[in-house]
């Protein structure tokens, strides 16, 4: 792997080695896992996103993360992919805005099971890349890990801000260098839909899913 700069080692809460790293997709979690190797930190990457609509999405951006976790021997654990789950808890949510109570809803849904993982299987910390977008609202991320954490003794989120000391150039660098997969909505099919709407407003064509990649050249950030 190819650092680019001097990074300061990452300081893990309470004395800790050992982390488990909920990640939304490879994009985002590109500078998160580079940072946490440099440091020297124990990592297990946990994929659980039962939000992301339809199939062929979900398996595109789950297979950019297992690519990326296979090239640097980063253990990856592949969850259940239980969308009816996750329908079922964002009824009456369906026409919600993007960083409102269907959101918080579903970052709650996955950290849950990222704190149930932790606690079955040792790891005192649990972390997740999706705060490092900058489409995301970072306070009801750190909330709803928290929330998640609280349910074990012991176990810690990790509300550490993956933006700051340049992080958030340093993932759409990694994500070119990568070339991954890019998407262009949050996940859910109701953020597909709004995006759609919104395209549709300013005469764009609707998106097409497995086309666009960081470096390509209608791929940039
Ligand atoms: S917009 Fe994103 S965070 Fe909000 S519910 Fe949909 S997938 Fe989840």
């Not at 946490?36 to 062929?56: A, C, E, R, W």
């Not at 998640?148 to 994500?175: F, H, Q, T, V």
Request: charged fraction near 25%; proline fraction near 5%; aromatic fraction near 12%.
């Amino acid at each position: 792997m190819t650092i680019a700069f001097e990074r300061q080692p990452l300081p893990l809460p309470g004395g800790h080695e050992k982390v488990l790293l909920h990640s939304c997709c490879a994009p985002c979690s590109g500078e998160v896992m580079e940072a946490m190797q440099v440091s020297g930190i124990d990592f297990t990457i946990f994929f659980y996103n039962p939000n992301i609509h339809p199939l062929k999405e979900y398996e595109l951006r789950k297979n950019e993360n297992i690519r990326f976790a296979e090239q640097f021997g980063i253990p990856f654990v592949d969850a259940d992919y239980d969308r009816d789950n996750w329908f079922e808890r964002a009824k009456g949510m369906e026409n919600e805005p993007e960083r409102g109570v269907r959101c918080t809803m579903c970052f709650d849904m996955r950290f849950e099971r990222t704190a149930l993982y932790a606690h079955e299987h040792g790891f005192p910390v649990i972390t997740s890349s999706l705060g490092i977008s900058r489409w995301k609202n970072m306070q009801q991320i750190n909330d709803c890990g928290v929330r998640a954490a609280a349910r074990y003794p012991g176990l810690i989120y990790w509300e550490y801000n993956w933006r700051k000391g340049g992080g958030s150039a340093r993932m759409i660098e990694i994500s070119k260098r990568e070339q991954f997969y890019q998407q262009e909505y949050c996940g859910c099919a109701y953020s597909l839909r709004d995006s759609n709407r919104q395209r549709r407003e300013a005469g764009r064509a609707p998106i097409r899913l497995g086309v666009k990649y960081y470096g390509d050249e209608d791929g940039q950030a």
